[in-house]
């Protein structure tokens, strides 16, 4: 079936920090990857889309500049946090969606603390 | 008209029991309907998912019931077991879309031994 990952698994950071995270897509190629943030008991909450070699999409209320979205090839998406906050702390899922089928692939996503 | 209502919010069954979480949608542009499970600290994975010309699907002990009409959805879990205490979430995408997934709030499914 189809595999994503996602690194760091959970990363603890100061606040003012940057983090980044990474999702790959390991047995497919990936057209649209899709970046999702879910606090505790709500539901998945979409951040982003980003297509590979263009600009990320920013849902309504996401600041763009603050979550910098890469998509650099069909397999690698990054997602980096930038002057986090202790706000930021949350679980951040990415998903994967390839050029056959509509089918989105959830990575294991990644706990963000930041103190 | 994007929203998913997803119910109910939690739900306590008897191991061997049926579990059923019902969706309900606005927008007739939605074309494919996936189900997800969560466990805690983890990423949501596919279980299951349906197309409008199709009223019903099953995948082992998940069966998918859809009604065009009434714009409703629904998961059964026949013979629910303790290892499928998990959330569950509905989803409804749109055609010609990137296919960003719209989610239901999520059903917290407890199955009792």
């Known amino acids: 079936g189809a595999v994503v990952s996602q690194h760091p698994s959970w990363v603890i950071c100061k606040s003012g920090t940057s983090v980044k995270i990474e999702c790959r897509s390991l047995d497919f190629q990936a057209t649209t990857m899709f970046w999702y943030r879910q606090f505790p008991k709500q539901s998945l909450m979409l951040m982003a889309t980003s297509n590979e070699g263009s600009k990320a999409t920013y849902e309504q209320g996401v600041e763009k500049d603050k979550f910098l979205i890469n998509h650099a090839s069909l397999t690698l998406s990054t997602l980096t946090v930038t002057s986090a906050h202790p706000e930021d702390s949350s679980f951040y899922i990415c998903s994967a969606r390839s050029r056959v089928g509509d089918t989105q692939y959830f990575g294991p996503g990644t706990r963000l603390t930041v103190l | ?113």
Not at chain 2, 54 to 70: D, L
Not at chain 2, 90 to 112: H, M, P, Y
Request: aromatic letters at 12%.
């Open chain 2, 1 to 113: 008209q994007q929203q998913v209502k997803q119910s109910p919010q939690s739900l306590i069954v008897q191991k061997g029991g049926i579990s059923i979480i019902n969706c309900a949608y606005e927008n007739t542009a939605f074309d494919y309907f996936p189900w997800y499970q969560q466990f805690p600290g983890k990423g949501p994975a596919l279980l299951i998912a349906i197309r409008p010309d199709v009223s019903e699907k099953k995948e082992g002990r998940f069966t998918i019931s859809f009604n065009k009409s009434a714009k409703q959805f629904s998961l059964h879990i026949m013979d629910s077991q303790p290892g499928d205490s998990a959330t569950y979430f509905c989803a409804a995408s749109l055609k010609g879309s990137a296919r960003q997934l719209t989610f239901g709030s999520g059903t917290q499914l407890t199955v009792l031994p």
